[in-house]
């Protein structure tokens, strides 16, 4: 719950580790997941430059557990959920500011859709009874309503 601490800590060690260290990596863990969901930096008060990081940093979490954790793997499941959650607002944010047009806006929905549908993929392995089974049960549903929203997009 301490974003100020975890970006604290990044800002300090960031210098003199190799930013796929470990520590640097849980901490950019918890960060994309702590963007958008904790107390005060729910999306609605998220700026937009740690919604930017909340999504960089998903990639660089992406990045390190594909290597360390090749083929399906609970926790990319749930990095590339909130890597879809960042894309999305990021693109409605931009479609209501007039910086994305209806087309820009449609290719972001679909590219962001990717990244939902794969999580979909790796997270039906786990247990319904689980936090995260139940989780994937969510995506499921969320994966219909954001097809239909595609497809209503012109």
Request: proline share 3%; with cysteine.
């Given at each position: ?53 909340k999504i960089g940093f ?97």
């Amino acid at each position: 719950d301490d974003i100020r601490g975890l970006e604290d800590f990044l800002s300090r060690h960031k210098k003199h580790l190799h930013p796929n260290h470990a520590s640097l990596i849980e901490v950019k863990k918890s960060l994309s997941v702590g963007y958008g969901r904790f107390q005060g930096y729910t999306f609605d008060k998220l700026p937009l430059d740690k919604l930017k990081k909340k999504i960089g940093f998903c990639k660089e979490v992406l990045d390190c557990v594909t290597i360390l954790e090749p083929g399906i793997s609970t926790q990319k499941g749930l990095t590339l959920y909130e890597l879809w959650m960042g894309e999305v607002e990021l693109a409605e944010r931009l479609k209501s500011e007039e910086s994305l047009n209806e087309d820009e806006y449609k290719e972001a929905l679909t590219e962001a859709f990717k990244y939902l549908e794969e999580s979909a993929q790796i997270l039906r392995y786990e247990p319904e009874n689980s936090i995260h089974g139940r989780l994937s049960l969510d995506i499921d549903v969320k994966l219909v309503a954001e097809k239909l929203k595609l497809t209503n997009l012109k």
